[in-house]
């Protein structure tokens, strides 16, 4: 760790969103107290936004914990030592196992939007207790995408949006919420330049809908019959993209007879586009040299939400969109994101409802439907990493009666969250400005890069990182044999290569011992690592199987082998570029024997053809009694998930307003700054009113975010999942449709407090 003095910028990278910017940080004692873009970053090359500017309000938030904490019988917490914790962490967990099976044990969370280092841990924990089900935030936004990546190619696609000649944008708003690399710096670009066309499909006018060349400011809940449309005019003008059909799919006939058959006015009613402009959209994208979408959550958590996944794909697939610059790509990992490819999980279902698994992931709103029940296959236990499930899952009443009747809740934060609160134990773990820290958010083609962030600070006192507090409890838990322990450091002591072969030999000869790779690599190749650096050697580990995976990408990256790459990696604090492909090597990522994208998906295409029926769900879940569609959870400017509790890190929209239109407010006698009471079929908050032409009439939002509570300002904001209902989610994948929540809105007179 370099000095702490004023005038050294200390590399590493912003945790608030999946782009992970790389930023260089000064310190001033413990606060980190300048902090700029890093230039040598390979994605974001010195960009960051203004959020990343704040970050201290994380590191130095008087939320952070400093001692594990045991819950009373009355609710209360007291402080007790690490080792009293772990003991009767170790001894509950133990307990649960023997009397329930080990996988009544449910995991969720291990990791963030910029820590998944800990992660490896939790897996091995997993693996020692013998649990598989597990959950994130993957499986309330992406497992029905996932799952119809599996079908369509088996990976994940992303898109060139630097170098696209036309961007099409479902339910995203880039400006806000970012999600490829320097977003903002690309939008201007794209809108600045003639030649090159933006669409959105919002119905609120985003900052994104507000630079596009095309608005298809759709009704709420309806891109399917959007999506259709626009697929429709493709299909039945004649525009698709013949040749790359014929050589890179199967399965097209009937994808194609079904789109033949969409009625494209009356579809383009249904969602609310005027004709003209959806058609004069589907022509540009079907003309254009070059196509990326990216979809998200404004369709992701909303009505047809796996078949609206379906049809972006094939937008581009039938478009001949893949595989140039400027177009779709599949791409390189450095570790699996999730439960990787579900090879073996196929077909997998939940214990007690039957729910689908997909990439491993136990589908967010069934969880508590897991537990809130007499099934004896409920789970019994939760173990609780880097998420605040209490406050981000829907339904939070629910799912915190779960955590209630549990046998035992362990929750490893750096601070005391909503669901901290529900917890038995909770850990105070390191900051991730205070240890080794990566995400695997390495998603471009076809130059990826992986960081490794070294600490900036010691930790804080009376917190451990996660890969410790992790070796302790898999200590106390046996879980590994000291023979194996003994032989493997004094390999480790030797040479890098006589550990090779050493850890290699062993996990082929007892494959069971894999699942535990990231604890015994840091138990044994760890402490032969120079000082501070044993938390690096799971890294190793993942560097070993990203060059077995990828050997010729990683040797034009100009690494011979895993031990090269993983030497350059923690010597290269900004980042390196670990694989580095040709366009035309993309499609040695399609997993199929053919390399071919299997196109035929008859469950989504009879659930397209369903779109046609008169009398067909969900174009909108409104009534009488809830009239307004609410989005639960709009990105902003100052929103970055639960990440920053103290509300004081927002320089505009402290209480996160409800954004209502013109035409509504009008109506219901409200104007910005208003206070009004919003009610849901599932809770009521207070709320203050903006009213704003960014929406639409009957469309209102709320920020993500909002709603945690803090030492000294109590709470600020609606927790948005006071509002939110479990049972409003996709028939396929369970994800939650948090974007359209029937709501009504009732004025209470003006208020003082707007800033
Ligand atoms: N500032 C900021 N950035 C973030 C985050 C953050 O908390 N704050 N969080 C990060 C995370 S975890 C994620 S997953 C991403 C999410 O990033 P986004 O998905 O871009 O974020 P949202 O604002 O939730 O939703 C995007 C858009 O969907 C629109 N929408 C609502 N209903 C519908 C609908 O029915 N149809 C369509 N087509 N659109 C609809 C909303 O109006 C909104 O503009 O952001 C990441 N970046
Ligand atoms: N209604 C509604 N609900 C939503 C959404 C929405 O749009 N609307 N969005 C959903 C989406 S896309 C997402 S991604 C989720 C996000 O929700 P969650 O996955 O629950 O995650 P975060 O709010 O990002 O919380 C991260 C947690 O990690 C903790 N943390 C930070 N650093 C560390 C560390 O180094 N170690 C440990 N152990 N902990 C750390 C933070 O204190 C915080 O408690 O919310 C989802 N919920
Ligand atoms: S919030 Fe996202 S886009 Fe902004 S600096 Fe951080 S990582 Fe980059
Ligand atoms: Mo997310």
Redesign the pocket.
Known sequence: MADTGQETWQTSACIL??CNCGIEVQLDGRRLARIRGDKRHPASAGYTCE?ALRLDHYQNGRHRLTSPLRRRADGTYEEIDWDTALDEIAERLMAVRDEHGGDKIFFYGAGG?GNHLGGLHTKALQAALGSPYFSNALAQ?KTGEMWVDAKLYGGHTKGDFEHAEVVVF?????W????FPRARPTLRALAKDPGRSMIV????R?ETAALADYHLQ?R??T?AWCLAALLAVIVQEDLCDAEFIEAHTTGTAPVLDALAGVPVTEYAARCGVDEELLRSAARRIATAASVTTYE????QQ?PHSTLVSYLNKLLWILTGNFGRPGTMFLHSAFAALAGGSGKSGRGRRTPVTGAKIISGLVPCNSIAEEILTDHPDRFRAMWIESANPAHSLADSRAFSEALDVLDLVVVVDVALTETARRADYVLPAASQFEKWEATFFNTEFPHNAFQLRPPVLDPLPGTLPEPEIYARLLRRLGAADEGLLTTLTKAAHTSRAAFGQAFFAAVGEDPALFGLAPYLLYETLGTAFPEGRRATAPVWGLAQLCAMTYPDAVRRAGFTDGDALFDAIVATPSGVTFTVDDWDDVWTYVRRPDRRFTMEIPELIEKLRELGDPGSPGSSLTSAAYPLVL?A?????F???TIYRDPTWRRRDAQGALRVSPADAGRLGLSTGSAARLHTERGSAHVVVEVTDMMREGHI?LP??LGVDHPDHGTVGVAPNDLTSLHHRDWLAGTPWH??VPARLEALGPVQTLS
């Open positions: 969103c999946e959020k939007q936004e479902l339910g995203k708003n880039p806000q919420s970012h999600s499909l919002d119905p609120r985003s759709v709420p809940g891109d998200d959550l404004g369709v909303a989005s959870g709009e990105r902003r400017s929103t970055a998930n939002s993500n975010g974007k359209h």
